[in-house]
């Protein structure tokens, strides 16, 4: 099967993997930006099927008139539109793409990066992406968390199952409760302080977690950001002082690393205030701190890429009443090879993860960098530009 991809750079590489593990299906022409002359590109390459990524931008035409535009230059050819993992099956602007999809008889719509791969194996018919939307919603009426103590009183040692898990099996298809979610772009009235919370923990010890912290940290600040790191362990604080030298009394409320403030957990909420990047360093992942985890609006992990490891991260990635591990930032410290190995493997279970490298701070500031590209910081009261549109 030959494809047209149209979708971002960023996202040409998801399709890449998918291409490497399918024999027969190719992706014989990319396409980053869709323009009205991009319909004569598609009907000289003659492709069996169009794939089109929600990430794809348009310069000159708009979604409805590309597909109205292709399906009249081109008969009965097939249209794959792949929403990513959507979060909100109930969002109005995904409601009305959905419906205008369906009315152009566009049945091949997918709403999970995951199912990718079965969707171009196997063609949807007319009503599989209602009933998949309404599976989920009833899902989601079955399982919600009303806040956040019932949820640390309901977790208790006993609810634990333990499972033994190949980390190559990441692509099974687990039902989270996307409720839950944290927004990270929020204009309303409780983002008034302007500020991101970053939260980054290890399952493992010894993982680099304070250093990264310290590497963020120094990022932000190279890009002209207020960013402070909070130790959420009490005992690294009090080390990190005696380190420095700094009196206890003197440093109740915070000390600075060549012009980084580093606070106790204490000052979490006040430093939220002040800072426009609030970074948490957590250290070790303990139960307490998960409500604050889930809650941070940017979460990283480290990991190790040790093959007796893994199979924590298996068990992490794969524990259905955390239904948030796939909007985590996952970093290995690990050779080049090593980590493509891994990534493989990571992608098909629509996670996010980079590789670090101590030894090189360059390259770790560009990781950094990747990952903040992802959220986006904006001013409550920041005005909107105007767009000028050009007539035709």
């Known amino acids: 099967m030959n494809a047209i991809l149209l979708s971002s750079k960023q996202r040409r590489r998801f399709y890449d993997s998918i291409a490497k593990e399918m024999s027969d299906f190719y992706i014989v022409s990319f396409v980053p930006v869709a323009k ?49 993992t959507v979060e909100d099956v109930n969002e109005q602007a995904f409601r009305d793409t959905i419906s205008f999809l369906q009315h152009q008889k566009v049945y091949d ?53 333990k499972v033994e898990l190949n980390f190559f099996s990441l692509s099974d298809n687990y039902v989270f409760d996307i409720n839950n979610v944290t927004e990270i772009i929020d204009d309303g009235e409780d983002k ?38 909070v130790m959420a362990d009490e005992d690294t604080y009090k080390n990190m002082l005696s380190f420095y030298r700094y009196k206890t009394t003197a440093a109740a409320e915070g000390f600075s690393i060549d012009s980084i403030h580093v606070l106790p957990y204490s000052s ?53 009443r955390y239904d948030y591990t796939r909007d985590i930032n996952y970093l290995f410290t690990a050779s080049q090879q090593r980590y493509v190995q891994l990534n493989k493997s990571l992608l098909k279970g629509n996670c996010m993860a980079y590789r670090v490298d101590y030894n090189d701070h360059s390259f770790n500031k560009k990781v950094y960098e990747m990952i903040m590209k992802r959220y986006d910081l904006r001013k409550p009261n920041a005005h909107k530009k105007r767009k000028i549109m050009k007539l035709r």
Not at 116 to 145: A, C, S, Y
Not at 204 to 218: D, I, V, W
Request: aromatic share 10%; net charge negative.
């Open 36 to 84: 009205s002359a991009t319909i004569n590109h598609i009907e000289e390459v003659n492709p069996h099927c169009v794939i089109i990524d929600k990430s794809l931008k348009f310069k000159d035409i708009d979604l409805e008139g590309f597909v109205c535009l292709l399906q009249l230059k081109i008969q009965n050819i097939r249209i794959i539109y792949n929403f990513g």
């Open 109 to 161: 719509i997918v709403i999970n990066d995951i199912e990718t791969q079965q969707t171009i194996e196997n063609p949807m018919r007319f009503g599989d992406i209602t009933e998949k939307l309404d599976d989920i919603i009833k899902e989601k009426e079955k399982f919600v968390i009303k806040d956040d103590e019932q949820y640390s009183t309901n977790y208790t040692k006993k609810d634990e199952t």
């Open 192 to 229: 008034k302080n302007n500020s991101l919370t970053i939260a980054i923990i290890q399952l493992q010890h010894h993982l680099g977690c304070t250093r990264t912290a310290f590497e963020m940290a120094k990022y932000l600040h190279s890009q002209s950001k207020n960013p402070c790191i």
């Open 268 to 320: 979490l909420d006040s430093a939220r205030k002040i800072y426009t990047h609030v970074i948490i360093d957590m250290g070790y992942f303990r139960t307490e701190y998960e409500p604050m985890y889930r809650k941070a609006d940017i979460k990283m992990m480290m990991c190790s890429a040790a093959e007796w490891d893994l199979i924590h991260i298996s068990r992490w990635l794969n524990y259905p």
